[in-house]
Structures are given as C-alpha cells and as structure tokens.
C-alpha cells in the first residue's frame, strides 16, 4: 500500500524545494480537512489562474498577505504552502485508520486559505441564443409569409375584382348625351332646335335606411319631386328602391328653373340635417339601447335629397311649333327621333354619347380624387329644301280647305321643277311636336307620302303623254265621246252626263273625260288592249309610279301599279284615267307634273340641301337622278294641253288661273277606296298644275282626303293652288309670263 503524501509545512512557513517524499513524523499534527473540503492550495488554485514562479536559484517574490500559494513547479503534484505567518493554523485531523482509502487524494489536498474571498456575483448565461434566434427567425418568416401571401392576392389574384367593386362604390358614372344637331330651312332657319335642360338623377344606394338614418327616403323624396318634375310618386319611389342600381334616371329634359328649385330645396334640406342636434342623433345610430343609441333619426334631420343630382343635358324644342310638323316629325321622351325626318336622320343628328367618371362621398364630388372624361361628339346639322315662307303658305291654305271642305285631311306639295327640290310639303291637320300630348296618333305622320290613293283625273297626263309620245295622236286628233262605253261588260262614263261631245285630244284633258281618255290608249296597242296596257304601264313606271320617290322616308309608300297581265276586266280600262289598280302618293303625283314642266325629264325628288358635320364640314347633298320620260316636244304640247284645262271656258280648271302668269294643271276627282279596302267610300279631290307655263319653275298639288262639302278638284283645290303658287312665284321673285296662252282648241265640229 503507498503512503499518503504529506504536505510539508512548518510554523515558520520554509520548506524543502526538493520535492523529495519524507516519511510522516511520529504525532505530527496533519492539516484538517473536511471530507469533501479542498485544501488551501486547492481552494486557492480554484479561485484564481497560476502565477508565474521565480527563476531557478533566485528567492521567490514575497507574496502579499491575500496571495494565494503558487503551485510547484515540480510535474508532479506538490503539498501547498502553509498559511502566512502569523496565522495560527487549523488543528490537525485525526489520521484515518490504515487501510482505508481516503476521501480524497493526498494531489488534491490543498492548505485552506485563513479567510473566504468574497465571491463575485454569478453572470447571467443566455440558453443557446442561436436556437432562439432560429425559432424567432422562423416564426417571422411565417408571419411575413401570410403577409407577402395576402398581398400577392390582393395585388395579382383578385386586383381587377376588387378594383372594380371600390369604383363601383366611389365613383359615380354619367352618361354625356351628344349635343343633338339642328333640322334648318332653305334658309338656315331652325325648325328644330336643341335648347340648355337638364335630366334629374338619383344614386339609390343614396336611399337606404342606412345612408338616410330614416326607413321611408324613397316615399319622402318622390313626395317632394313629383311635383316639382311631373312624375307620378310611385315611379319615383319604384326607382329609388333599387339599391343595386347606382344610377337612375327620374325625369328628363327638365327646365332650368325645375333644377334650381330642386337645388335650393335640397341645400335647404342638407343646411337642416347639418345642425347640432342632427349630428348628435346620427352618433347615435346603431349603438346599443342602454347607450342611448337610436334606430332612426328625426324627420327633421333626414335630408331625403341627399342622394338626387342633375346632370345637364339638352331638350328639343321647335321653334315654329308646327310648322312643317309633319316632315320634320319630333323625338321621343329619351331625345330620339321617332318620327319624321327626326327619325330618317337620328343617327346624323344624334352625334355620338360621351360618358365621365367621378369619385363621390356622401352625393359629393371629391375634386382630388380622379375621374375620367370621354367627351360626346355632337350631332350633324340638316340643312332642308323647305322655304319657310312657303311652307307657312301652304299649311295655312290647306288647313283652311281641310276645315271649310269638312274633309278628312289634305295635303300639299311644292316642287322645283329644275332641280327636284321640295320646296314645301304641308299636310293638315298637322300637330305640334312641342307637347305631343294634344295630338292624335294619326295626325302624326306625313300623309304626302304615307298615303297611298287612286289619282283620279290627274293621272290621265301619263295616258295621253304615252299616247302622244308614241305618234298615235296630236293634240288636235278628233274623239268622239259617247254618253256610255261598254268596255268588258261594264258601262263607262264620264263625271257629268252629257249627248255625244266632238272633242279633241286636248278636249279630252281640258274636259277631264273618261271615256275619251279609254279610246285614246286603246290607240296604243292597234286593237289589242294587253299590248295597250303594257306600252301605258311602261310610262307610268318611267314617271315614277309604283317606285319609292328616293326620299327613304319613314313609312313612305311606293305606291301600287298592277301589271297587265294581272289586270282583269274593268282594269284594264279604268287603268288609263287613274282608278282601279293605280295608286300612288301625293309626291309621286307632283314629280309627273314636274317631269313635263321639266321638257320631258324627270328629276328624282329630294328634300334635303345638305349636311353640316360637327366639324363644321358642309356636304351639299347630290342631284337629283334625271331620267328622259317623253321628247321634249311631247312635253311642250302637254304643257299647252294642260294650259286649256285652265283657261278655256269649258276646262274644269278656271278657279287655278292666276292673273299675270300662264298656269298649265289638270284636275282630280276620284272615287276614294275603302279603309278596309273593299270597294269605295267617298271621294279623292286634287289640282295639280305648274307655273309659269311658257318658263315653268315651280309645281304645286293640292289633294284632299273625304271631302263633304263638294267633291270636285277643281272646286276645292283650285283655290288653293292659286293661293299658294301665287304666294310662292311672288316669293321666289318669279317674273310674270310674257306671251299669251296658246288656247288650243277643245272641240271640233262633225
């Protein structure tokens, strides 16, 4: 068993450098140490790092009192120093017994210190700051994670979606309707005209009980607008429950004293709601009941306008009220043409809508906000062939006839006879498109060119025309006319009953005779009468019959000419002065006249001059297709032909002459068909007739609808050609004729 090892350790405090082993002294006191205590070199050794030793051979540096020993330098472990002198050191402890291991090795042992060095405080010793800086770092990053996942939605995946629904909230879009174009006379005159209005609107998310406070908005502003606006409550209300719908429109076109007053009432209101105890009560709204809160305001603190605007727009109007009505026609309550030259040219006029866009809070224009603006391109102006002046006349004399002659409607006609151009075209009775609401649905057309009727006796021009035209006839050529001619099984006669009349051709035309008209044509197909009618027929189409004028009016007619060989029976014959199978409109029955005043040519008819675009581009409007119908020749004798019917005693025309000027016309008294169109049911009274007839410039037709007082053309539209012929030869400034009227015989002697 190996000795323990024995510190060395005088009083004196020397001890051997040798580090040789010594045998312990015979009951030498031994240093005591506790079990599990370290010694005092030990302790020391604990406390603080080693100090550096002396050199070889040199006297080690005293130490101060509180120095701790310095360990040996030997490789192997040597006992400490004892304590400083002067202290007295602890008792030895009592050897252990031999045999049994000590506590501790003998190395370990160290000389305790005589006194405990304060030990500094404990610092404080982060757990693995690396890991917690891991979990933070990975707890952010699932955070960011949401965040940049959420972002990624709202930025790429839904951006248009919610985009659109924030516009559909904030901004407010409104329609800007195109400033419609104006409908002018020869003369640049308006006829119809757009005027400053404005439509009222409404936001209907602007109603609802919770923009308002209140549960009834809708019912108090339609209770207030009704009367202002003239629309029923219950369609302002019906409208205002619409609470999807962002824009309404409640009455349009309204003046601008209607808007002012919709203005102020609503300032009025909104000044009201403003007060205090106003904004106290909506504070209130949806807090709970024990906080005082409300589920409604006062009646006197809703502003139930809050959500009404106006939005500026244009109206309609016609400053002439109705003159020439019933051609230029009127729009609908939406400012679209429904009717008339309104509607033929509704896109021309009409111009292209704009809109714009705002940002409004509250029914207000939030200025910085944005918006977008895509401006309306205005409507284009229609400049007409109408002479104002002219159109006046011929209204007036045909409402006059329409009234004094009981008869159903009548209408009239003025036509250049050079260019085509409709000078006038007055129908009766007529309306006026500034308040539609006092006229009738009928009166609302244009009848000149929407109706289509038998011509009567006015149509017997085209049959001699085709007669002399051919050579088969001269103006002199003699006709017998009997009292009757059996044609087909049926008896013909003329409009009076009369003995055997000697007359000739231009006897017939002045004498308006029927008969005479019928063994004319038969001329035509040298006893063939199909053939008769297929020369007639081609001349009646050449004159315009049964072929739409070119106007492209709306609901005009083209008009009805059977063809020969569908003609049966009395057709076939009754054809050659106007009735039966024939019809045509009062425009179609005015080109033939104009056509022979014209030497033989016909112009298509046109009733507008030319287009003002929104540029300010004039675009004249092309002639008139010419068309030769007849020689000139035949037309000049045509015209001395229809000069008799005039001027001779026994023409049927003498209430058409005008002192000072030569007048060529024909009248027309027809049998009128039925409106159910079986049979005949009153007559078709007309005059047509060109002037001056040795330079003619302007043709006139007068036609009356179910005349009751008198029937005959030359009766009740004589009077009324020779009115307005002589009004419109005065107003164009036309010189009167300088020669005499040819007066071609009429009868003949056997």
Request: hydrophobic fraction near 35%.
């Amino acid at each position: 068993m190996t000795t323990p090892r024995q510190p060395s350790g005088s009083g004196s405090g020397s001890g051997s450098g040798s580090g040789r082993r010594q045998p312990p002294r015979a009951g030498a006191a031994r240093p005591a140490a506790g079990r599990g205590q370290p010694a005092k070199g030990q302790s020391a050794a604990r406390g603080q790092a080693a100090k550096p030793q002396a050199p070889k051979g040199q006297p080690a540096k005293p130490q101060p009192a509180k120095a701790q020993p310095v360990r040996s330098q030997s490789a192997k472990a040597q006992p400490a120093k004892s304590a400083a002198v002067g202290r007295t050191p602890r008792a030895p402890q009592q050897r252990r017994p031999e045999g049994r291991p000590p506590a501790r090795s003998q190395a370990a042992v160290r000389p305790r210190p005589k006194s405990r060095l304060p030990q500094r405080p404990r610092p404080l010793t982060l757990a693995e700051p690396k890991r917690r800086l891991r979990v933070i770092t990975v707890a952010l990053s699932l955070v960011f994670s949401v965040f940049a996942g959420r972002l990624v939605q709202l930025q790429l995946v839904d951006a248009d979606a919610l985009a659109a629904d924030a516009n559909t909230n904030r901004y407010q879009n409104i329609p800007i309707t195109a400033e419609r174009g104006s409908i002018m006379s020869s003369d640049g005159v308006a006829l119809a005209a757009t005027v400053d209005a404005y439509d009222i609107t409404a936001d209907p998310a602007m109603f609802t009980p919770a923009a308002t406070g209140i549960p009834d908005a809708p019912e108090q502003a339609a209770a207030l607008l009704s009367p202002i606006i003239g629309v029923a409550k219950d369609r302002i209300a019906a409208d205002l429950h619409t609470p999807k719908t962002r824009y309404k429109r409640l009455a349009s076109q309204q003046t601008p004293a209607a808007k002012n007053q919709i203005s102020d009432l609503k300032s009025s209101l909104e000044k009201q709601a403003g007060s205090r105890a106003c904004q106290a009560q909506k504070k209130l709204l949806g807090k709970p009941a024990d906080q005082g809160g409300r589920t409604r305001v006062d009646n006197e603190c809703a502003n139930p306008l809050a959500g009404v605007f106006n939005r500026e727009t244009q109206k309609r109007i016609y400053p002439a009220d109705g003159l020439a009505a019933n051609l230029v026609g009127f729009v609908n309550g939406e400012g679209e043409g429904a009717g008339g030259l309104e509607l033929q040219y509704q896109k021309q006029l009409a111009g292209k809508d704009g809109h714009s866009s705002y940002a409004q809070a509250g029914g207000r224009l939030v200025p910085t906000a944005g918006g977008s603006m895509d401006p309306a391109v205005p409507g284009s102006d229609v400049k007409l062939t109408i002479n104002r002046d002219v159109q006046w006349a011929a209204q007036r004399a045909i409402t006059d006839q329409v009234a004094n002659s009981g008869a159903e409607k009548g209408y009239v006609v003025v036509q250049d006879v050079k260019t085509g151009q409709v000078i006038a075209m007055a129908s009766a009775p007529g309306f006026n498109p500034n308040d539609l609401s006092l006229s009738k649905q009928s009166q609302m057309g244009n009848p000149a060119l929407v109706d289509a009727y038998e011509p009567g006796s006015t149509a017997k021009l085209m049959s001699l025309a085709a007669v002399l035209d051919s050579g088969k006839a001269n103006w002199d050529t003699r006709v017998t006319v009997p009292n009757r001619l059996v044609r087909a099984g049926q008896q013909f006669k003329d409009d009076v009953e009369h003995g055997d009349w000697y007359l000739t051709l231009a006897g017939v035309l002045a004498k308006s005779s029927n008969i005479g008209t019928i063994e004319a044509v038969e001329t035509l197909g040298d006893g063939d009468q199909l053939k008769a009618n297929q020369i007639l027929d081609g001349y009646m189409r050449k004159f315009g019959v049964a072929r739409p004028t070119g106007l492209n009016f709306p609901g005009e007619t083209p008009g009805m000419l059977k063809k020969p060989e569908d003609l049966v029976a009395s057709e076939k014959y009754n054809i050659s002065f106007g009735q039966g199978p024939l019809q045509m409109n009062a425009l179609q029955a005015t080109s033939v006249y104009s056509t022979i005043a014209n030497g033989g040519v016909r112009v298509a008819p046109s009733i507008v001059q030319g287009i003002t675009g929104p540029d300010g581009k004039y675009t004249a409007t092309p002639p008139g297709e010419q068309t030769r119908v007849v020689s000139e020749e035949t037309a000049k004798t045509l015209t001395s032909m229809l000069e008799s019917v005039v001027d001779d005693e026994q023409g049927t025309g003498g209430k058409a002459a005008i002192p000072g000027y030569r007048v060529a016309g024909k009248t027309g008294t027809a049998n009128r068909g039925a409106a159910d169109g079986k049979g005949y049911d009153g007559y078709t009274a007309s005059f047509i007739g060109f002037a001056p007839a040795d330079a003619p410039r302007y043709t006139v037709s007068c036609t009356l609808q179910g005349p009751v007082n008198g029937h005959f053309g030359g009766q009740l539209c004589g009077p009324v050609f020779k009115q307005v012929m002589e009004f419109t030869l005065k107003t164009m400034q036309v010189p009167p004729s300088g020669s005499q009227a040819p007066n071609l015989p009429v009868e003949w002697k056997p």
